[in-house]
């Protein structure tokens, strides 16, 4: 029976951290979300259309990073775009592994390393997936562009 709880517990720590570094990339859309629905809230919108304006504004928050970083071409505005984005991962990584840390680790000055190294990892993961530094494709009318059929790495080590 304690093998089975050791081996649940690790899972769910497991699957607790793939959500965290998967998630993490929609900490900034959450950010505005959040805001939005207080501010409409707190302005008068009520129960009913705090949460809507809260899902429009976090919506039109995703919607127009997304744009912006489609449409551009230059990589340091695409660097820009991503580090906007990871700087609320960072900061939402660190209290999430600071609160996990508090479960497991006694010291204080070890809790806050642990969640420093936390919020590094998760805020470089959130950057790593939208700071792609390849050259955009030109979009033809009318047809798609079809790539070749073998794997990125596969055609890179043989060109170069």
Known sequence: ???????????????FCWLIFTLAVYALPFFVA??????????????IGAPLIAIVGGGMALA??????ATTRSPILRAIIAALFAL?????GYHVTLAMAQIGV????????????GAAFIGGAAWT?????????????GRAIVGSSQPVLT???REG
């Open 1 to 15: 029976m304690l093998a089975l709880g050791l081996l649940l517990n690790t899972l769910g720590i497991g699957l």
């Open 34 to 47: 959040i805001n939005a629905g207080i501010w409409a809230y707190h302005s008068g919108a009520g129960l």
């Open 64 to 69: 127009i990073a997304q744009i912006a970083f």
């Open 88 to 92: 609320p991962a960072t900061f939402a």
């Open 106 to 117: 006694p010291s204080l000055v070890w809790q806050e390393v642990i969640a420093c190294i």
């Open 129 to 141: 997936r939208l700071a792609v530094f390849r050259e955009t494709r030109p979009v033809e009318s």
């Open 155 to 157: 055609a890179a080590a």
